[in-house]
């Protein structure tokens, strides 16, 4: 019988690993900081990330399945990169739940796993790109109609504060900003959908969509993610290869807007100087935990993780270098450095695919100076998915005789 075939049970779970990268992406997109549904102490998050590890495990069990060297390599570097901020953190006495809860978010890293066995070609990195699409559509709909049910009159702001986050839990998915809005966690996805729709062949879609999206991000009045969006785009328009004075004028004019909004919005946004003062304090914590623990070993290795602050470290790279040292800044620089050695690898007829994540990376660790998102796996997830699909398609460019072309 068909089902006792091994090629069968093998297209069988290429089906299944199809399925679980659907889940995977679907979540990522809607779900925010993963727990805007829980189920005890694990989100869908957290199982969807084992199940794709269980997923690996089986593969390579069963059929054999190969990890490329590069992204096994990897993973075993940041395998003993966590090790090693964890022995460091349990020779300082610090509290082992402590540890745990701070470096849990890192551990997503392993996802790389998933992703370098499940996306196989360029369907699949095609169907990536239509979810990112359709959920930030969809997640912008349901925040205009809401932000403007609540302006109209049509619900108070107890209402909707009762609804959403009752007692201000910055673990929850939406934060408020006073009485005048609020930001959703997956408000992330929402940015990185304006570089896929940027790629969209009818011109008329593609500017209503942006319109949109840009809409959804200014009505939350987030500084820093909008500032990311718009510098991203700056960044593209100035090393685009057409018109180089267009490109630079069409760059500083983005680069304008962008620093424009955030000027007004530290004008009128009282959240924004609470916002100032947590970045101000998180440079103050850094410098005190430097100058306590200096050495040249903390120095290149890090002082470790789960010491008691008042609140996390929002700027993503004092975080890293207090967890890790030099060795994991310069781990996390990684990434986005193979992405950018896959991109000029790149032929003409898969540029426009990729093009959509090379942006994204490159935003989400622009908006890490402001927020931590690199080392989460809201923004970890795109930079992941990213890693993979830049490597497929340079392979196919190899495979096709196709020329690279920068």
């Keep these: 019988m068909l089902s006792n075939c091994p090629q069968a049970h093998r297209i069988n779970y290429d089906v299944l690993g199809k399925f679980i990268l659907l889940l995977i992406v679907v979540e990522a997109c809607l779900g925010g900081g993963g727990r805007l549904f829980d189920f005890g102490t694990l989100s869908i998050r957290m199982y969807l990330f084992a199940l794709g590890l269980c997923y690996v495990a089986y593969g390579v069990i069963q059929y054999k399945k190969s990890i490329n060297s590069v992204f096994l390599k990897v993973t075993l570097t940041f395998f003993v990169l966590i090790s090693l901020s964890a022995m460091i953190s349990l020779g300082n006495r610090l509290p082992l739940y402590s540890i745990f809860n701070e470096l849990k978010p890192t551990i997503y890293f392993f996802s790389l796993l998933f992703f370098s066995i499940a996306i196989r070609d360029v369907e699949h990195i095609k169907l990536i790109s239509s979810i990112f699409k359709m959920s930030a559509l969809i997640i912008s709909a349901l925040f ?11 619900v108070n702001y107890n209402e909707l504060h009762a609804l959403l986050n009752p007692y201000d839990d910055p673990r929850k998915e939406f934060i408020f900003r006073n009485d005048i809005t609020f930001y959703f966690k997956s408000l992330i996805y929402v940015a990185i959908a304006t570089f896929f729709y940027m790629g969209e062949n009818c011109k008329t879609k593609k500017y209503i969509c942006i319109a949109i999206l840009l809409l959804t991000i200014a009505l939350t009045m987030t500084r820093g993610v909008w500032l990311a969006v718009f510098l991203t785009l700056a960044l593209h328009a100035f090393t685009t290869t057409n018109n180089k004075l267009k490109n630079l004028l069409y760059s500083l004019l983005l680069t304008f807007v962008g620093f424009v909004f955030v000027f007004v919005v530290s004008t009128i946004l009282p959240a924004a100087h609470i916002s100032d003062s947590d970045k101000m304090a998180d440079l103050q914590l850094f410098a005190s935990l430097v100058i306590s623990h200096f050495s040249y070993f903390n120095i290149l290795f890090g002082v470790g993780s789960g010491y008691p602050t008042p609140n996390p470290i929002e700027i993503t790279y004092l975080d890293i270098f207090l967890k890790f040292g030099i060795f994991g800044v310069l781990f996390w620089l990684f990434p986005i450095i193979f992405i950018m050695s896959n991109a000029v690898r790149l032929s003409n007829s898969y540029r426009p695919v990729a093009m959509p994540f090379i942006l994204s990376s490159v935003f ?12 989460n796996p809201i923004g970890m997830a795109i930079v992941l998915i990213s890693m993979v699909a830049l490597h497929r398609l340079a392979d196919l460019s190899l495979e096709n005789h196709e020329p690279a072309t920068i």
């Design 364 to 375: 989400i660790y622009i908006v890490s100076f402001t927020n931590a998102f690199l080392t």
């Design 144 to 154: 205009i109609a809401t932000f403007l049910g609540w302006k109209l009159g049509f």
